[in-house]
Each structure stands twice: as structure tokens, then as C-alpha cells.
């Protein structure tokens, strides 16, 4: 443990919120709270969220808390990461905003390596990232190209890098500007599968300034056998996907309605689904797929749907035309269960089409 690490300015606003969300991590809490405090740009404060832990995770937030003036504990009862995520946001007073997990840990530049870039033309810095597994043995890394992405003259190739997965969808490998966030009233979803991805998402549906990908990769996620994403059934994950999906159909209804984004809301609806739907494809074969689709119909968007099939040529522009194909080819099969009437543009559907000519 660390003892008396730095003492903020009394009633001085950080730069930077860094907020945690804690839930029964004690064994690595302490490395992930220590990578934080040692940052080489200390203007900041850490927003440790006890998630209703039954470990002593609590007691070692409260620990922290008394040695460093930066950090504030707030404790709640369990409601999952998403919802420990808005209580930091909505605590927090830093112009930015950066999440990080309680069972990861930073580079000691990471916060420096964000916030420099930033600029009044910036909305969002990224950078890269590493994996390990649970051993500490290292497993691969992200390759986001670095440089500067203006969008102020065509705001749609937003969705083209955010699918393409150019500039990634996690949370904790950019810094967010707070303003946007408390004018568009962002929030996480209270699920325990891509809430995070929606959260990003949204937020570059509503930036009117740049992204600065920088060339430096800070952060380090650890595999862990309890990970949320372990164990749960494709039929879980479809179904949550599809209530993100129409919650962000509905955010765009909403909020965007005078944007560029408005008459894209089918693109992307389609696509938040489409990595899970190629998924469930490659494990379990489109028949599982069609099942599980229409066990989870309520959730379904007939008119969004009905519109991406019928302008889908429209998207080209946005996404790659054999992805736009590929996903017009997955909802026919979808809405009408013959696989035989697609025609076959890629290996995933190639494979599954073989596999039910049999």
C-alpha cells in the first residue's frame, strides 16, 4: 500500500475524473488503484464506485482514500459495471473523463499521453492497448492507426471507423470530453454485455470536433477466468445486443433528429448486431441463429429492418459494400428462414450454407 502518494488542491477542479467501478476484486485492486495514482499528470481525481462488493474490496477503497485527497469512494449496492459507471460520471467535476477497470493496469503516461492532444477542435483522444492473460503472459494487442480524424465535413465516416473497428469500441482506451456527455445525457446501459461498446458509440454520434488517435499503447487487460463474457449462452448475448441496438435506435430518434445520423438509424442498428450475429453463426450455424432471433422477436425492429433492406445500396458510401451485402443477406435469412434464396457473398455464410445443404 501506498501512503501519503499526493494531496489535491482543496476545491480546485481536476482536469481529469478518472473513474473505477470495483466489484469483488481485492486481489488486483490494489495494483489497478496504485497504476492510477502514479501517473505522470497528476491533476486528477479517482472515483473508486464500490459496486456492492461482499469482498474487502470496499475496505481497501476506504484505505486508499484516507492516504490520497484525489480520490473519492462511493459505495453502492450491486447493479453491475454500467450502472457504477454513471454514478462516477454524474460524481464527476473534471472537463474529461477516463474509465478504467478495477483487474487492469495502466502505463505510468497514459493519462499524460491522452490529455496533451487535447485541443478545443478535439472531442476524443484514443489509443491502443495489450492483452494478458491471467498469468500475466502476454496474448496480443490492438493496431489503431495513429493520426488525426476530422469529421467536421462528413460526420457519417464516424460510423465507417467505429465498425471497421479503426478506432475500437472499448472504454478505457480513450478520454472523453465531460461536456458532451452531461449535454447529451450519455449514459451506460444496465447490462453486463456492450454496454461499454454503446457508450462509445453514442458519444461519437453526438462529437462536433476531431479524433487524435495517438501512437502509444498504455493500457493493459487482463483475462480473467470470472470474466463476465465467460460462460453466458449466444442466446444472452443475442438478446442483449438486440436491446442495445433499439435503445440506440431509439437515442437517435430522440436526440439526432436533425443530424446526418437520423436517416442512418438502420445502418446502425444493423451493424451494433452484426458482430454477434456472425458469431452465433460461426459457433452454432444459422438454423441456432434463426432460432434464437425469433425466441428474442420483441425485440426486433421491424421498420428499421424493412428500411436497410430496401436502401441498403445507400450504405455503401459508409461501410464496405460486401459488409453492407453480407448483413442484407444475414436479415433475409432472418425474416424469412430460407437460407437457399441468399445469395452467398462471404466464408461464414459459405460454410453455414454448406453445412445446412447437407
Known sequence: MCEGIYK??????????????????????PRAIESVLYQ?????????????????SGMICDEY??????????????????????????????????????????DQRVLENLVLPMSPSIDLVCMNFD???????????????????????????????YFKDTIGHSLWTRLF??????EYGLKLADSRIAEDCMFVLMYLLCI???????????YHYYLHSVSLMRGEESKVHLASYLELSAIINSFIENNLRETEF?????????????????????????????????????????????????????YYRIIDRNSVLEMRN????????????????????YRAYKETSK
Open 262 to 314: 437520423y436517416s442512418l438509424k438502420p445502418l446502425v442498428y444493423v451493424f451494433f448486431l452484426r458482430q454477434e450475429l456472425l458469431k452465433t453463426i460461426n459457433k452454432h450455424g444459422v438454423k441456432y441463429l434463426y432460432r434464437i432471433w425469433d425466441d428474442n422477436s420483441d425485440f426486433i425492429l421491424d421498420e428499421v429492418i424493412d428500411t436497410y433492406l430496401r436502401d441498403y445500396r445507400f
Open 65 to 106: 482514500k484516507s492516504k490520497d485527497s484525489r480520490i473519492r469512494v462511493i459505495h453502492s449496492p450491486n447493479k453491475g459495471p454500467g450502472p457504477a459507471r454513471n454514478t462516477g460520471m454524474q460524481n464527476a467535476i473534471g472537463e474529461f473523463i477516463y474509465f478504467c477497470d478495477s483487474d487492469d493496469i495502466l
Open 40 to 56: 505522470s499528470f497528476d491533476d486528477f481525481e479517482l472515483i473508486l464506485v464500490d459496486d456492492g462488493s461482499i469482498d474487502g
Open 8 to 29: 489535491m488542491e482543496e476545491d480546485k477542479a481536476p482536469c481529469i475524473s478518472v473513474v473505477m467501478p470495483v466489484y469483488n476484486c481485492e486481489k488486483y485492486l
Open 131 to 161: 492483452v494478458f492473460d491471467e498469468n500475466g503472459n502476454y496474448v496480443s494487442s490492438s493496431n489503431y492507426l495513429p493520426g488525426l480524424i476530422h469529421t467536421a465535413e462528413d460526420k457519417t465516416q464516424i460510423l465507417g471507423l
Open 177 to 182: 470530453r465531460r461536456k458532451v456527455i452531461v
Open 330 to 349: 444475414i436479415i433475409l435469412y432472418l425474416c424469412d428462414g430460407n437460407l437457399l434464396m441468399l445469395r452467398i457473398r462471404n466464408k461464414i455464410l
Open 208 to 218: 462536433g470536433g476531431d479524433i487524435q488517435v495517438v501512437n502509444y499503447c498504455g
